[in-house]
């Protein structure tokens, strides 16, 4: 909702760096990214993040109304626990993780999982909605993808090795 704090993890990935950009498009109070290195901090700012964190600080900054998480694992307690009361984390990896259920309970706080895939099959409709937003934006040069690298399909291995090893600032493409 417009004037709301937003957290978004993994903020310098493929999908994580568009979502910094979006926060701020529909009018976020605050955008914080959070990141794996101190080495991406420049690059999520100039996206539109107010603030970067870094995962393993202990200090995540003032509570937030909404947590974009695209990582999930060991970094859902953090997430959880960067919530203002009556916050929401939408988890979006496949990273898994367990969330405590008391640490939703004490700040009433709430989790939702998002899959692309599901509404696309499930709801064409407002995918395609989405899609032609999307491209607006794009058009409007409100919304910016930007591309680490690309790789020919039979150098899969290696964009898989530039993912992995997380020093990606933006998309990494195979070409077919």
Known sequence: EPGEAVLV?????????????LARVRGAGRVVGAVSTAAKADFV?????????????????????????????DLLTPAVAALAPGG??????SGGGTVRAYDLLVGAKSVIGFQMARIAREQPER???????????FERGAVRPVVHA???????????????????????????
């Open 9 to 21: 993890t993994a903020a310098a990935s493929g999908v994580g760096h568009l979502a910094v950009q």
């Open 127 to 137: 995918c395609e909605r989405w899609r032609r937003e999307l491209w607006q934006l």
């Open 45 to 73: 700012r100039s996206l539109g993040a107010d603030e970067v964190v870094r995962y393993g600080d202990e200090d995540w900054g003032a509570p937030v109304d909404c947590v974009l998480d695209a990582v999930g694992g």
């Open 150 to 176: 690309q790789f020919a399909l039979e150098d899969a291995a290696k964009a898989h090795e530039a993912i992995e090893s997380r020093g990606n600032l933006g998309k990494v493409v195979l070409r077919p």
């Open 88 to 93: 929401r984390l939408v988890a979006y990896s």
